[in-house]
């Protein structure tokens, strides 16, 4: 496990913010999914400028809002001195693979329900890989948002795991989805049949 210093891990922080921005601050992805009984399923998750802290795995010294601090992120202005790392590790363990993770389509490969491994740690589902993978909670509002990041092979953490075989991107006031972002391999998408709701998306090719 990475040992880093408070200034190692704000030029982390201050780096993955700027890619977070890029890539998922007010997108929704698409998972098409994949079970071990070749079912096909669906899960949308949402990303908002709020939910960037939760991943970093800090505690804030300052009395300030997440968003407040994603915007001193995004304008170079956090300091070490805004807040400490936690004492059990587990900022080292979220800040090593969290650069991987906020990307377009956070490197996601499979998605699985949290089984509750960890009594200290509450999320609802997974997304991820063999690596790394984000925790998502239910919202009032019926979306799921991330909460977290496990520094684990997914199939560690959740009992079934579904295969995701394709991922697609929009901004949260676009209608429809129209960005792939990822695709599995060695699939012959004549033979899937996406979910009713998403029957319209192009398919990759």
């Not at 949402?46 to 407040?68: Q, V």
């Not at 909670?137 to 019926?142: A, L, R």
């Amino acid at each position: 496990m990475a040992k880093y210093t408070k200034k190692q891990a704000t030029a982390i922080i201050v780096d993955c913010a700027r890619k977070y921005k890029e890539n998922l601050d007010g997108y929704q992805l698409l998972f098409i999914l994949r079970d071990k009984h070749k079912q096909i399923t669906s899960l949308e998750v949402s990303f908002n400028s709020y939910n960037f802290l939760h991943l970093t795995g800090i505690k804030l010294t300052h009395p300030i809002s997440a968003t407040d601090f994603y915007n001193r992120c995004l304008t170079h202005k956090l300091s070490p001195d805004d807040f400490t790392l936690c004492n059990d590790g587990t900022t080292q363990l979220k800040l090593e693979v969290l650069p991987q993770l906020v990307s377009k389509n956070l490197s996601a490969k499979m998605v699985g329900n949290f089984d509750g491994c960890n009594p200290k740690l509450y999320t609802e589902k997974l997304a991820g890989g063999v690596n790394a993978c984000l925790g998502f909670i239910k919202t009032n509002f019926c979306n799921y948002v991330p909460n977290t990041v496990l520094n684990i092979d997914i199939r560690s953490a959740s009992r079934t795991t579904l295969q995701i075989l394709a991922t697609y991107r929009k901004k949260k006031s676009d209608p429809v989805y129209i960005e792939l972002v990822y695709k599995a391999k060695n699939i012959d998408w004549k033979k899937i049949n996406f979910p009713e709701k998403y029957s319209s998306l192009p398919k990759p090719e």
